[in-house]
Structure formats: C-alpha cells, structure tokens
C-alpha cells in the first residue's frame, strides 16, 4: 500500500517508467479509493502541466498542497477527505482557464484551443510534448496503459514522443491511426480523419488503418496525406523545417518574393507596408521570423537579407532600394 501511495507522489512530480506506471496501475485497482484519488490526482497533475507550459499560475500551489497530503495521510489527511480536496482544486483550476481543458468522463481529459488563440503546449504524463494549433482539440486518457499509449487529435498539432518500445504511442481518428514509440512528427486531421496529413520529422511513424493494420512506413523528410472517401495516400520528399516551424511560433518564408514577405507582414502587424522598389519585388527569400518581435526588429532582419531601407511613419512603413 505505502509503496503505491510513493509512486503516486512520484508521478505528481514527472514522468514515470514503464515499470513504475505498471506498478501505479496494481495500486490503482487495489479499491475504489484508490481509483478515486487517482483520477482526481491525474487530472490535476495535467493541469499543471498545462499551466507551466503555458504561463498559467494557479495550480503550483495547489499540487503541492495535493503532495502533502497524501505523503503525510494519517486521521488529519484520509483519503477521503484527499479526494474532495483535489476535486474542489480542480473545479477552481479549470474555471480559471475555463475553454482551453475540459474535463470529461472518469476517463479521459480533452484540451482545446479556439480559432483566435495561440499556440498551447502540453506535457503527458509519459514526458511526451505536444504543441496544439489553434482550432485544434486534443484527447487525453486519465492514464496511459504500460503496453499502449493513446490520444486522439481533432485538428493539428507537433508531436515530440518519449521513447518507449514496451508502449508505443498512437493518435487515433476514425479512419487512420498513427503509431510511434519515440519521434517528433507533425500530425493534421480533419473531418473526422477523412483527410489527414502526417509530417515525419525524426524516428519512426507507421501509419495504420482503422482495423490497426499496418499500410505504411514513413521515414524522416516525407509527408503522407490520406484521403478516407478514396482510402488513397500520397507520399512527397518535404522541408520538414519549414512546414513544422508554425509549433515554435515562428513564421517561414521559403523562396518567397520580397512582395509576398512584405504583405505577410502588413497582416501580422496591421500596418501598410509601402514597397517603393519594383526591381526588388520579385527577389526571393528565405526568411523565418518569430511572432514575439517587434515589427522593428523584423524589418532590421529583413534589411540585411535584402538591399533595403525602411522608415516607419505610424502606421505607414516606407521601403525604398539600398545602393550596394
């Protein structure tokens, strides 16, 4: 008994092995107590998680109080009272954040992001990292199995797995599964899983019909698309730089025209961008800026890559041809 109440502080504090999570597994079925408190905890856990990643304060106090109480249960601390204490921490941790997790069944949490937000990172509790794009929607069990760890993904999102051989990691939609035991991959499903995109970026992804059968073997630099209603997929050699660069808040322009950097950047910064140099228009480019900088910093960037100079007026930016 004491043993399982270790491993349950252990996995409040970061990921655990294969035999630890087995071991957690025995403690849970022991009795519904168990079952109870564990839930709670698991749940909590992931909000913290979520928290941390994301500069959400408010669970780190709570999880420690969580902490205390079970490493120190005694009359003052039953499980009972452990349990209501975590419940209530939740119900106050998800209103704080209330549209990005949303708790389900006893079973499984679901994140979401909405339209308008930003990029959400999330950490699993086998160490796995997950960036989840706007108008995305994650599914997440209350733990995973030590033979199989599985989500589910609405939307798109990065994937960077903790290996596991003894458990591999899918992501699931009703038409195409996805199964990994330790990469970092790109991963876009839409409409149910009737069109899904798959980007491998490193290891190895096996991509599996919904009867769990094997129909190809990706390798590093390719992207497979699939296609439900004609069960057909296509394969193309990719940058996987560039088209995975969104999940680090960065923008990529590859072998774009200064034309086309410049209209970007009038969207993203809301001004109006005056390019006064029909010579340099159609120049191309390879340009990757980060979302957290400033529209000056930008074009200083943009200046050394290209023969340009700038002036900002308000909401009016001037660019006019540098003599080289």
Do not use: C
């Not at 209501?84 to 994140?111: H, M, N, P, Q």
């Not at 074009?299 to 660019?319: C, K, M, Q, T, W």
Request: aromatic share 8%.
């Amino acid at each position: 008994m004491d043993s399982g109440f270790s491993i349950l502080i252990k996995y409040l504090s970061g990921p655990l092995s294969t035999t630890e999570r087995q071991e957690l597994e025995e403690w849970r079925r022991l009795s519904s107590e168990n079952r109870q408190l564990f839930s709670e905890v698991s749940k909590l856990r992931l909000l913290n998680e979520f928290s941390q990643q994301n500069n959400v304060p408010e669970t780190a106090l709570a999880l420690t109080e969580v902490r205390k109480r079970i490493q120190y249960r005694t009359f003052r601390y039953p499980i009972r009272n452990i349990i209501k204490y975590a419940a209530a921490v939740i119900i106050v941790v998800s209103l704080s954040i209330f549209g990005l997790i949303r708790l389900g069944s006893e079973d499984y949490t679901v994140i979401s992001v909405a339209e308008n937000e930003s990029i959400k990172k999330i950490r699993l509790d086998d160490g796995t990292l997950v960036w989840l794009s706007a108008s995305s929607e994650l599914r997440i069990p209350e733990s995973f199995s030590t033979s199989d760890r599985k989500v589910s993904l609405k939307g798109k999102a990065y994937f960077d797995v903790q290996r596991d051989p003894e458990s591999p990691f899918r992501v699931t939609s009703r038409y195409l599964n996805v199964k990994v035991t330790g990469t970092s991959f790109d991963l876009l499903v839409e409409d149910e899983g009737r069109h899904v995109e798959t980007i491998l970026v490193s290891g190895k992804v096996i991509l599996q019909n919904s009867r769990k059968k094997d129909i190809f073997e990706m390798s590093p630099g390719e992207k497979v698309v699939y296609e439900a209603e004609s069960d057909h997929y296509t394969v193309s050699t990719v940058d996987v730089n560039t088209l995975t660069s969104w999940h680090l808040d960065q923008i990529t322009f590859e072998n774009a025209t200064l034309r086309e950097i410049v209209n970007k950047l009038s969207l993203i910064y809301d001004v109006n961008i005056n390019l006064e140099s029909k010579k340099l228009a159609d120049h191309r480019y390879r340009y990757v800026i980060n979302r957290e900088e400033t529209l000056k910093e930008v074009l200083d960037i943009l200046s050394y890559l290209a023969p340009i100079h700038y002036r900002i007026e308000g909401n009016e930016v001037f660019i006019t041809e540098r003599e080289i």
